[in-house]
């Protein structure tokens, strides 16, 4: 069944909830993402946003090209807290909270 | 798009909505929501989600002792799930100025009937979180009824609540200008045209400041960036926010598994920005890896940022305008809106309709500032 093809494999959301959801109300991307995941996983969206704003434009009218897309966000790509926390805090304090400026 | 109603409401985070849907229990049915962009696209949707009734004020802690009663029972009387969870907050104290504040809290929270415990390094390690890090704790508090929940679910479950009361929502719909006749309110101005109504509530977050201003009214909010993290999801292995003010820092992990977590940056310049910084996520980073090392091995996926909406007592803006009648505020919630959303929006539903609120918001009226009648929280993470 088309319904139970999984668009976002990240958060294994379906055709199916996705038509249901811009049926309801959420004819972006952006609130499609935040309902139901969709774009919240390890790869951000960059399998399903296309795939979410084609659906969206069948069930709407819009043009895809017109369909909002999520905005971007960083990091690029997912990445180790370890990695970023190396070297300490930029600000070079180790207590936090109040912040010496060099 | 309807031309007029009896309430206008500007934003669709969580008090908008939430504003609405008791206004509509209350029989104040024909409310329209003008929404800038989509539902929570503001500050609701950019925060951490904590619900917590530890302050340091007497007014705000009964706030927040009485929006988690409603929360409790949210889930239930909206028919949606909002990921509820009373996992407790602990607050940690690196200071001596931390403990003595610290004392002062709970000694005032208990009066007021919250369970609140004051906890030793090793007792935070044995009954609250065995992986945490406690060098340089001095002491924790905690309060197991702390709670969080879902923004994003809350503010929906809010909305559509409110709708099957017969509130209409109007998506992206930014309001130009504030109208006003003969020195009351008479609606709002749009992108896509005019609804008169001769109540109007402001609830736009920081944006509020220039929405007011149109019809000359001099909020005294400042926007704040705030930044923000999630990592990859992980089983649970923690339940409460941990937070600290002197170490500047909050997370906690969400139902679906993620760290969330983030800190204010006392530097930042007002301003509406709301760029992510590489300093943040570095400084962060930090900070999880240090409190807690075993997220050293976890990824983060994604940050960003939203809008504190700050008053000169980080304590809301409620209420009419003396010098605006029908004109009400509920801005200004310093960082803390989501978690007194439910029992602060209640009581603005009780004024607008006129019936008597069951809690004084006077305290909470824009007047305080004329009067310089201002208490500080000092719990403002």
């Not at chain 2, 917590?52 to 409790?72: C, D, G, H, M, P």
Request: proline share 6%.
């Amino acid at each position: 069944m088309k319904e139970d093809v999984i668009i976002c494999r990240c958060e294994d959301i379906t055709y199916g909830e996705i038509v249901e959801a811009v049926r309801g109300g959420l004819t972006t991307t952006e609130e499609i993402k935040r309902i139901l995941r969709c774009g919240m996983g390890p790869c951000q969206g960059r399998t399903c946003s296309r795939l979410i704003a084609r659906i969206i434009s069948q069930e709407t009218g819009v043009p895809v090209a017109e369909v909002r897309f999520p905005v971007v966000r960083p990091p690029t790509r997912p990445v180790e807290i370890g990695v970023m926390a190396a070297g300490g805090p930029p600000d070079g304090n180790p207590s936090g909270g109040e912040y010496d400026e060099d | 798009m309807k031309t007029s109603a009896d309430c206008v409401i500007i934003g669709g985070g969580v008090v908008g909505t939430a504003v609405a849907y008791y206004l509509a229990k209350r029989g104040m049915t024909d409310c329209v929501i003008v929404e800038a962009d989509y539902l929570s696209s503001g500050a609701t949707g950019r925060c951490g989600g904590g619900i917590r009734q530890q302050w340091s004020t007497e007014a705000n802690t009964r706030l927040a002792i009485e929006s988690v009663k409603l929360f409790a029972g949210l889930e239930e009387e909206l028919g949606a799930d909002i990921e509820f969870l009373q996992g407790g907050y602990l607050v940690l104290a690196y200071t001596e100025e931390d403990e003595r504040q610290f004392e002062k809290n709970v000694a005032l929270q208990r009066v007021l009937g919250l369970d609140v415990q004051i906890l030793s390094p090793a007792d935070i390690n044995e009954k609250v979180v065995p992986e945490l890090n406690v060098d340089g704790v001095r002491m924790a508090t905690y309060c197991a009824q702390d709670a969080s929940a879902n923004p994003f679910l809350t503010t929906q479950a809010y909305a559509d609540a409110a709708r099957r009361l017969g509130v209409t929502i109007e998506l992206f719909t930014p309001v130009t200008k504030i109208l006003t006749e003969g020195g009351r309110i008479a609606g709002v101005e749009t992108t896509r045209g005019r609804i008169s109504a001769p109540i109007v509530v402001n609830a736009a977050g920081s944006h509020s400041v220039p929405i007011a201003a149109t019809a000359g009214i001099d909020l005294p909010i400042k926007p704040y960036r705030r930044e923000i993290l999630v990592t990859e999801p992980l089983e649970r292995f923690f339940h409460p926010m941990i937070i600290s003010f002197s170490f500047g820092i909050y997370f906690r992990q969400v139902k679906h598994g993620a760290v969330i977590g983030g800190y204010g940056d006392p530097a930042e310049p007002p301003g509406f920005n709301q760029t992510s910084s590489l300093k943040f996520l570095r400084t962060m980073s930090w900070k999880l890896s240090r409190l807690m090392p075993r997220l050293n091995t976890v990824k983060v996926v994604r940050q960003w940022a939203g809008l504190y909406d700050i008053t000169p007592d980080a304590q809301p803006i409620l209420g009419e305008l003396d010098e605006l009648p029908g004109f009400f505020q509920a801005n200004g919630f310093s960082g803390h809106g989501f978690m007194i959303c439910p029992k602060v929006a209640v009581l603005l539903a009780q004024a607008i309709t006129g019936e008597e609120p069951d809690m004084d918001i006077e305290r909470l009226s824009a007047r305080r500032f004329a009067d310089g009648r201002i208490t500080q929280d000092r719990s403002v993470v």
